[in-house]
C-alpha cells in the first residue's frame, strides 16, 4: 500500500517493536517529528537537554533492556553532538540505531545551513551508516540498520535521511513485516537468540580442545568480560565458573556477568585490578577470557600478561583475537553459545588448593572508620539500602572504579558504565535511558564533580518525566582520577585540575526542582540516602570528599600486572 514515507519511518520503528525514542528536534528532521506526532500511544519520546544526553539515555536504554535503543537529531551541529555518544556506544558494542536528516539533495555538498556529512564522520565509530537519498529505500534501509546494530557483535548504526525523502508528499510502497520475518531468516521464531541475531556457530572441534586444556590445568583462571553481559550468558557463565571451581575476574564491563558477591569472584583486574585478581592472572596456568577484549586497561603489558599461562580467548568478533593479546587457542562464538557447549561436557572439579591460595588475597570489604566522609563509606551505605534489582549508571573517574569495587553487581544490565571510551558525561543520560526502559526499578547515578559539570543540565529531563533517579556526587573539589595521576607520577604538579568554583550542587538541584542533600559524614550519608529513597522522587546527595582520596589498588600504565603502584 502506498504510505508516506515519513509515516513507513515509524512503521519500521513499530516492526522492530520499538516503543521509546530519545532525541531533540530541529529544522531538516522537522518533517519527521511531525510524523512522530501522529504516533503519540505507539512510540513515546523523551526529549532530552541536549543531542549528546539523549544519544547516552538511548544507549542505556539498550544495555538495562537488551534492546536496541533508538535516538534522533537534526542535521550540523545536532548530528555532529551525537558523535560521542556514538563512539561511546561503539567501544562498548551497545546496539543503538541514530536517525538523522541533512540538508536537500539540490544543497548537498554546498555548504548549506547546518549541513555536515554526518555518514563520513561517524563511519570509524559505527558498525555501519546509510545516506538515504531514495525514499523507496527506507523500509530495507531501517530493517537493515537494526539487523546490524543487533547481529554479530552489537553496535550503533546511523541512517541520514535527505530532507527530501521526508517531505509531506512524498510515498513509498510499505507492507508491515514484523521484526522476526525481516532479517533475513525464515521460521525466525523457531530459533533461538545467537541464531535470530546471525551470531556464527562455534566450532565443536575448538570448544573439545579448550576442554582438554582446562584437564590437564591445575590452576585455571577466568575473565567474565562485557560479552557475557551483552550475550545475556550470566546463566551458563555462572554454571562454567563453579563446574571449573577456579577464581574469577571481572572486567570493567563484565559487571553484572558474575555475581560481584559470588565465592569465586576475585574483583576487578587491570590497572586497578584487586591483589586477588592480578596475582591469579600472573601466577595461572590456564587463562580462559569470556567476552574481554583485552584492552591496555587490563592488559597493560602484553608482554607479560599472564606469562605462566596459556591464554584462551572466547569471542563473537573474530577481529579481536589476537589483537592486543596473543592467544594459545580461540573459539568464536557468542558467550552463550559457546559456554553452554562447553558445560554440556565438562565434569566437575575441584581446585582447592590453588583457591586457597588466590581467593584470602581479596580485600575485606568492611568500611573503615574516619573522621571524615570516605567513599567506601558512601558506597557501603549505598549497597545496604539500595534496592537489591536497582540499577547503577556510573560516569568516569574515580567514583566508577570506587563503585566497580564496593558495589556487588548481581544481574547483566545492573552496571551502566562507559568502559572503552571513558566518557565523562555519560552517567545521567544513561540512567535517564535506564529509568525509561525499567520504570519498576530505581536507578541510581554515581558521579563525580568534574562529570556532573558536564551533565547537570539532563536534571531538567528527570524533572520533567518524573524519573526517580538518585545521583550521588563524589564531591572532591578536583579532577579526582588525573589529580592520582599527577600525585604518583607527575611529582604533585596539579596542573589545571583543582574544581575551585561553583556551582552549589544543592542549589542546583534545586533550581531544576529535586531536592538536594549535602552530606560530611555516614551518618548524613545514611539518613540523606533514606529520605530520597523513601520520597519516590529524584534526588541529588552532594558528599564532601578528601581532595586527596586515591583508588587502590592502582598499577601504573604499560606495567607488568603485578606492580603495583598503590596496594
Known amino acids: 500500500m502506498k504510505i508516506r514515507a515519513t509515516a513507513a519511518i515509524m512503521e519500521c520503528l513499530l516492526e522492530q517493536e520499538v516503543d521509546t525514542v530519545f532525541g531533540y528536534p530541529g529544522g531538516t528532521i522537522l518533517n519527521v517529528y511531525d510524523e512522530l506526532y501522529n504516533y503519540q500511544g505507539k512510540i513515546r519520546h523523551v526529549l532530552t537537554a541536549h543531542e549528546q544526553g539523549a544519544a547516552h539515555a538511548a544507549d542505556g536504554y539498550a544495555r538495562s533492556t537488551g534492546k536496541v535503543g533508538v535516538c534522533f537529531a537534526t542535521s550540523g551541529p545536532g548530528a555532529t553532538n551525537l558523535t560521542t555518544g ?166 570493567l564491563m563484565g559487571g553484572g556477568g558474575f555475581s560481584g558477591s559470588h565465592p569465586l569472584t576475585t574483583g576487578m583486574i587491570g590497572m586497578h585490578g584487586s591483589r586477588a585478581s592480578n596475582t591469579a592472572c600472573d601466577e595461572c596456568d590456564l587463562l580462559i577470557a569470556v567476552g574481554c577484549r583485552f584492552s591496555d586497561r587490563v592488559a597493560l603489558n602484553p608482554a607479560t600478561f599472564a606469562s605462566q599461562a596459556k591464554i584462551v580467548h572466547i569471542d563473537v568478533d573474530r577481529a579481536e583475537i589476537d589483537k592486543n593479546v596473543l592467544t594459545d587457542h580461540h573459539i568464536i562464538g557468542s558467550a552463550r553459545r559457546v559456554l553452554a557447549m562447553l558445560n554440556a561436557k565438562l565434569p566437575q572439579y575441584s581446585h582447592s588448593e590453588w583457591k586457597a591460595h588466590i581467593l584470602p588475597l581479596r580485600t575485606p570489604s568492611q568500611a573503615e572508620e574516619s573522621d571524615h566522609l570516605t567513599p567506601q563509606q558512601v558506597l557501603e551505605t549505598i549497597r545496604v539500602q539500595m534496592p537489591g534489582d536497582a540499577i547503577v549508571a556510573t560516569d568516569v573517574g574515580q567514583h566508577q572504579m570506587w563503585a566497580i569495587k564496593y558495589l556487588h553487581f548481581q544481574y547483566p544490565g545492573q552496571m551502566l558504565t562507559s568502559g572503552g571510551f571513558g566518557t565523562m558525561g555519560f552517567g545521567l543520560g544513561a540512567a535517564i535511558g535506564a529509568q525509561m526502559g525499567n520504570p519498576d526499578k530505581r536507578v541510581f547515578h554515581i558521579t563525580g564533580d568534574g562529570c556532573f559539570r558536564m551533565n547537570c543540565h539532563e536534571l531538567a529531563t528527570v524533572q520533567h518525566y518524573g524519573l526517580p533517579i538518585i545521583t550521588v556526587l563524589f564531591n572532591n573539589g578536583t579532577l579526582g582520577m588525573v589529580r592520582q595521576w599527577q600525585s604518583l607520577i607527575y611529582n604533585k604538579r596539579y596542573s589545571e585540575t583543582t574544581l575551585d568554583r561553583g556551582p552549589d550542587f544543592v542549589k542546583l538541584a534545586e533550581a531544576y526542582g529535586i531536592q538536594g542533600f549535602r552530606v560530611q559524614s555516614r551518618e548524613e550519608m545514611e539518613e540523606a540516602l533514606s529520605r530520597a529513597l523513601a520520597s519516590g522522587k529524584a534526588a541529588v546527595i552532594d558528599c564532601a570528599l578528601d581532595i586527596d582520596e586515591m583508588v587502590s589498588p592502582m598499577v601504573a600504565a604499560g606495567s607488568a600486572i603485578t606492580d603495583f603502584l598503590l596496594s
Do not use: H
Open 86 to 251: 556514538i563512539a561511546t556506544a561503539y567501544l562498548d558494542s551497545s546496539p543503538v540505531v541514530f536517525l538523522t536528516c541533512n540538508v536537500t539533495e539540490a544543497t548537498l555538498g554546498k555548504d548549506a545551513f547546518q549541513e555536515v556529512d554526518i555518514t563520513g564522520i561517524a563511519m570509524p565509530i559505527t558498525k555501519a551508516t546509510f545516506l538515504v537519498r531514495d525514499p523507496q529505500t527506507i523500509p530495507a534501509v531501517m530493517r537493515q540498520a537494526f539487523a546490524v546494530a543487533a547481529s554479530g557483535r552489537p553496535g550503533p548504526v546511523l541512517i541520514d535521511f535527505l530532507k527530501d525523502v521526508t517531505f509531506p508528499g512524498v510515498e513509498i510502497d510499505y507492507e508491515f513485516v514484523p521484526w522476526r520475518e525481516n532479517r533475513g531468516c525464515s521460521g525466525m521464531r523457531e530459533l533461538n537468540r545467537d541464531q535470530q541475531l546471525k551470531k556464527p556457530e562455534p566450532n565443536q572441534q575448538d570448544v573439545d580442545i579448550l576442554l582438554e586444556m582446562i584437564a590437564e590445568a591445575k590452576k585455571p583462571f577466568v575473565i567474565c568480560g562485557g560479552g557475557v553481559v551483552l550475550g545475556r550468558a550470566d546463566k551458563e557463565f555462572k554454571e562454567f565458573a563453579e563446574k571449573l571451581d577456579a577464581p574469577v575476574a571481572i572486567s
